[in-house]
């Protein structure tokens, strides 16, 4: 069971305060991001705000004001006199604004997949359809589990994050039917180049590692997939991307 330290709902129309709804199953979008340290820090801000407002736009839920508002109640939600290691979660449909904040997980490195056969709807986008996956992943340790999504016969992304194999010392991504997050984007620009292509599962043995790359995992190195008795071969690419991650971190300024 989640742990939230906040959790409040506002009308969008008169950002009046409401019960809360986390909004799950509804038309909407949403972002989470990592927010961290006194005075707080959130990772990659302004990325995570300009993806929802687009998000909102594809669906069109982008009302006059509402990246104002949106930052108006983030504002009013984070308490300068507090040491932060949570995830902010900022949700909207057509008429509500949820924020919540829930302790970050770190993830362990004895960390196992578990394939199961579903498609996001519409996967691209952000999109608040995700019961299916909260079902499952309620029943699980976050630290130490996530599930993989597949279709196809093709894996495409985590129940959390976006999915990095390494092969060769080269770097393979899902080819389609996934979200490309604020993270996996950072890590591409980083590392110039990962190879988008359709992975199946019947290859995944030829992987030596896998890792899950998002706003709540930052990078977790998959230990095994029991499905199909895959076994990590190598943290080299672990190592790598863990620095590159926690130099960024490292730089991040404090939010005003």
């Known amino acids: 069971m989640v742990t939230y330290l906040l959790k409040k709902s506002y009308q969008r129309k008169t950002l009046k305060e409401i019960k809360f709804q986390d909004l799950w199953g509804d038309r909407g979008v949403f972002t989470t991001m990592m927010i961290f340290g006194k005075p707080a820090k959130i990772l990659f801000f302004k990325k995570h705000i300009e993806n929802l407002i687009k998000s ?30 949570h995830l902010l979660r900022v949700a909207l449909n057509n008429k509500t604004i949820s924020i919540s904040l829930r302790k970050r997980v770190t993830p362990k490195l004895k960390f196992n997949l578990k394939l199961i056969k579903y498609k996001r709807e519409d996967p691209e986008f952000k999109n608040l359809k995700y019961k299916m996956i909260l079902k499952h992943l309620s029943k699980m340790d976050n630290s130490s589990s996530d599930v993989a999504l597949s279709s196809h016969y093709k894996i495409l992304e985590s129940g959390t994050s976006n999915i990095l194999l390494i092969k060769d010392d080269k770097v393979y991504s899902p080819l389609e039917g996934i979200y490309k997050g604020i993270t996996y984007k950072f890590f591409k620009q980083k590392l110039k180049k990962i190879i988008n292509k359709n992975i199946f599962i019947k290859t995944l043995n030829n992987y030596d590692e896998i890792l899950l790359v998002g706003s709540g995992k930052g990078v977790a190195s998959i230990e095994t997939i029991k499905n199909i008795k895959w076994k990590r071969k190598s943290l080299n690419f672990y ?18």
């Not at 669906?59 to 290691?85: G, Q, T, W």
């Not at 190592?239 to 005003?256: A, G, H, P, R, V």
Request: some cysteine; hydrophobic content about 25%; overall charge positive.
């Open 239 to 256: 190592k790598k991307l863990s620095y590159i991650y926690n130099k960024e971190i490292s730089k991040c300024s404090i939010y005003k």
């Open 56 to 85: 909102a736009r594809h669906y069109k839920l982008n009302k006059p004001e509402l990246k104002k508002n949106v930052l108006s109640l983030i504002k009013k939600n984070i308490d300068k006199k507090k040491s932060y290691n």
